[in-house]
């Protein structure tokens, strides 16, 4: 492993020196859209090793090619990414496409972003402001291994691509539960997925990363290479590289039941304690093949609806463990039917539609229908000032996360996630939408409120788990120093040794860093 880690920091540093030889001094400046300029100059031209990058794969603001990424076919989920421009779009077909831009970026100290799908909902998580975005959407490839164990998927694809192909061949991976959402952010954050009771998390899942280093490198971290990265790579989100490709445990999968029942908001009492029921089942792995969405839509008018989505991996209909659930009445509608994965992922993407503001937020807590309750009393409060918003809505979704899910990681070679899988517990996802921009600050302040309450009770019961899943979390949160001081140490000694002049801490703003001080420091609950 030295070795090879004293490789690496040569390789970086040499790759460094001769590609910094053929930039003028005046190539950099200060000034953010004439680097912004200058750096896209460089990608289009430079010669990194004697290989020209191809100028088609960089697209400006006046491009067909741009504008579809911006806020088209291929455009991000919310507004806010949207109003995000950078100077120009990299398109790489490759990790050798990738390579060269990473090199040459981080050689002439440029800022860049990394877009895989694109479904984070701040500004700047996978954009960037008068810099370069370069964009994996083209990496996008699905191939199943001849022996149908291991699906290859680039990390530009987003789970409708995975789908499609894996239900022709009666096949599953662990993996997103929005068809529209990218494999790559998805998995890097970890990944709850409709097989999790069974599998644990989308990343726990991942045989082998191929993934570009900031030296340009091009590595695969697995078990048996660069097993530390590989660890990391399972939670640790961008902080280590650009993953270009995911090799992915692959199993048998027919069709499967599952669709939406939405319930009347005075339902909640029997929601809560059905909710506690199943979690704790599922914990006792009663039946691993269930899964639970709890949601909680409050509107203009305050609460409107419990919309609930059960999903049940097998061809069999109304299983006894969601029985508590499903038998609830009355009820104002029902999809519950037996088709397949594609399916469902497309019924639950129409629910959170694109070109609307967004807004996550998260907590973790026990198990416990009074905790919920409270909850959802606080929520109820928090917006109560904001429902005038327009298109405004809150979804306050509970997300079982039992024993059953979080104890499957170690059997994999364990990930940085910091769950220990000894108690069960439950994920509050809060998802806003409204259309406004002069509502932003308003809306925010009150999804801090209702998690700043949410969390000080819970401490006072007993109720508190610091857990932060990465791919909810507020732009505020610090979902990395949840995972504990153990694992926060480990995946920053591993960012020092693959990237030791910090080029994804620095040059690369969005997503969640290692290191969260100045003015990128977390200030949310």
Known sequence: MMKSVLLLCFTYLSHAYHIKKHIPRDELTSDEAAAGKRCCQLVEAVQG????????????????????????????????????????????????????????????????????????????????????????????????????????????????????????????????????????GLTLGGGNSYFAPR????????????????????????????????????????????VTRFDIRTFPQAKLWGGFIAYPYSSVPAQIQALQDFTTASGAEVDNYATVINAYIIGSYGPEVVANQYTYTKAEEYPDILKNLTNIQPQYSNTMRITNLTDITIETGAATPNGFRQLF???????????????????????????????????????PMPRSITSRGAASGGNSLGLDGKEDLVWLDITVQWSSASSDEAINNATETLITQAVAYAKSEGLYNEYLYLNYALQQQDPIASYGQGNVNFLRVVSQRYDPLRVFQRLVPGGFKLWRDGPNRATCC
């Open 199 to 242: 599998y644990g998390f989308a990343c726990d899942n991942v045989k082998n990363y191929e993934i570009v280093l900031a030296s340009g490198q091009i590595i695969n971290a697995n078990h048996y290479t660069f097993s530390d990265l590989f660890k990391a790579l399972k939670g640790g989100s961008n902080n280590f590289g650009i």
């Open 361 to 399: 937020g998260t907590a973790t807590f026990a198990n416990n229908a009074t905790m919920f309750a409270k909850i959802l009393s606080l929520a109820e409060t928090a917006y109560q000032p904001v429902q005038n918003v327009p298109d405004f809505q809150a979804s306050i979704v509970l997300q």
């Open 49 to 184: 090793f004697g290989i020209l990058i191809n100028k088609n794969l960089v697209s400006f603001a006046n491009s067909e090619t741009f504008q579809n990424q911006q806020n088209g076919s291929q455009g991000y989920w919310t507004q806010q990414e949207q109003s995000v421009i950078p100077t120009c779009r990299f398109t790489p077909n490759n990790a050798q496409d990738v390579s060269q831009a990473v090199s040459v970026l981080a050689s002439a100290n440029c800022k860049f972003a990394v877009r895989g799908g694109g479904h984070m909902s701040w500004a700047g998580a996978a954009n960037i402001q008068s810099g370069v975005t370069i964009d994996l959407s083209t990496i996008n490839a699905v191939s199943v291994s001849r022996d149908k164990t291991t699906t290859s998927v680039g990390a530009g694809a987003r789970w409708e691509d995975v789908y499609l192909k894996l239900d022709e061949m009666n096949l599953a991976i662990p993996g997103g539960r929005v068809y529209d959402v990218g494999v790559g």
